[in-house]
């Protein structure tokens, strides 16, 4: 069986004030923090000079960007071949909330799981997303 889930590529989560959040974060933990949040940096164990990436976003509580869903956070999943995947899970009657959204730094597709939460996929360029980030924080 191919790959489907390579690493986490994000955490988002709803706060009542994101900048105060994202401060303290700063402040207490050592996050390097932006408009979004921080992003780590990790390298691949199967190739250690390939890099990754994991998103780390506090949103504003009334985000509507986890809808349908009700939930308080999203989690945002690296893939390989998003396309092939999203016909593989609409075949095994999984929920496929949109249409895959192509950026320079990846495509893009959410759906459902049995619990309501709504995913995020991502099939990331991360030689892109490394020149867009701002802040990382760094082990």
Known sequence: MKKRVTAIGGIFFKV???????????KHLGLQ???YGTTFEWRSSENPDQKGFTQWSPMKDTT????PS???FMINYCVENLEELVEELKKEGVTILDEIASYD?????HILDPDGHSIELWEPVNEVYDEMVEKKTES
């Open 16 to 26: 009542k004030d994101p900048s105060k959040t994202k401060d303290w974060y700063k």
């Open 33 to 35: 923090t932006d408009d």
């Open 64 to 67: 509507g960007y986890f809808k």
């Open 70 to 72: 009700e939930k308080d």
């Open 105 to 109: 730094y990846g495509k893009f597709v």
